[in-house]
């Protein structure tokens, strides 16, 4: 077992964002998780990353309780993950921001050998073009595509991308795919969860699909049989499917 969430719980003030959540995420998984907004999903990705401690439960990666653990040990264990709204160090490079995920990654490398992390992982999502331009001066979309490059040059063994295809036309989303399938399989990242709206992108990617509803575990399962659930449907009724 990579990742395991026992009743996991995050309340802020009085509401229950992440309600006694549990969830085992093997190695070599692609997992898709879902649901509508609010229901949870980034809080979660907030819990297992440690920027939230949570109010309940324990979570163990590797075996090993990491419920406490400040986020830059997790990112040492291999847990990287892409934000929903990027943040970068605006004034440094994309070059330096892609070098510093390999430095302070499981990767651990030094400054010379994190630019060259980080010139391959900006040729790899597509912006080597781009690596000497502040950060602050990129589009949405390449600061995305920097965070994935980013992350990837963490190495991590657990992947987690929060709504990093939202806004992408159906070309680049098709790109970003292939391309994660690609580096999960040369790169050796043991899983990836993937936090999207957009339906054909989890169908196309997850094996399995864990459903968030109002804090709580719907359901999970295989993607199709899950999606396919009266439960999600109707918990979709309304929600705009795209
Ligand atoms: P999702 O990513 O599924 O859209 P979130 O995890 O962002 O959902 O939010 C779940 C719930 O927790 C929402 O009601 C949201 O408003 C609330 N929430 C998230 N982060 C905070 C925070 N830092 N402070 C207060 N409420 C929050
Ligand atoms: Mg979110």
Redesign the pocket.
Known sequence: MLLKLEEVTKR?GG?I?VNSVSLEIDEGEKVGIV?P???????LYNLISGVYIPDGGRIFFEDREITNLPPHERTKLGIARTFQVPRPFGSASVRENVAIGAMFGRANASVDEALEMADRYLEMVGIYDLREKEAKLLTPLEKKLMELARALAMKPKLLLLDELLAGMNPQDINRILDLINKVKEEENIATIAMVEHLMHAITKFAERVVV?HQGAKLIEGPTMEVLNHPKVIEVYLGEKLK
Do not use: I, P, Y
């Open positions: 802020f509401l964002a649901g907004n609010g229901s949870g999903k980034t809080t968030m």
